[in-house]
């Protein structure tokens, strides 16, 4: 496949009502700093991924799938496509040049 390099940040947050143990962690030791005016701290996810699409369009489709099928839990987290920007405006290879490594 060839096509434009994007890269798309998506953020995974647990929905609303899910125990969030790791920010309650994080809120009591705010609070014993001195930040007593903190009243929640839920703890998400951000993810980079650089894919390789003939369009945004594409490219958007593509992450999208990638959260439904492998990045999200949808019992317990949503997410949200935060930003999809093209990186590279040359055509990539996906798969390894023989002789060469990735960086």
């Known amino acids: 496949m060839t096509g434009q390099l994007f890269r798309a940040r998506v953020?995974?947050?647990?929905?609303?009502?899910?125990?969030?143990?790791?920010?309650?962690?994080?809120?009591?030791?705010l609070h014993d700093l001195g930040f007593a005016?903190?009243?929640e701290v839920r703890i998400g996810k951000l993810i980079n991924i650089e894919l390789a699409a003939d369009s945004e369009a594409a490219a958007a489709e593509r992450a999208?799938?990638?959260?439904?099928q492998l990045?999200?839990?949808?019992?317990?987290?949503?997410f949200a496509i935060e930003a999809l920007e093209p990186i590279a405006s040359s055509p990539v290879h996906?798969?390894?040049?023989?002789?060469?490594t990735r960086a």
């Open 11 to 29: 953020t995974v947050q647990l929905n609303a009502g899910v125990n969030d143990p790791q920010g309650l962690t994080v809120r009591g030791s």
């Open 37 to 39: 005016e903190v009243r």
């Open 64 to 68: 999208e799938a990638m959260c439904h």
């Open 71 to 78: 990045l999200v839990n949808p019992v317990i987290e949503s």
């Open 94 to 100: 996906p798969e390894p040049v023989e002789g060469r």
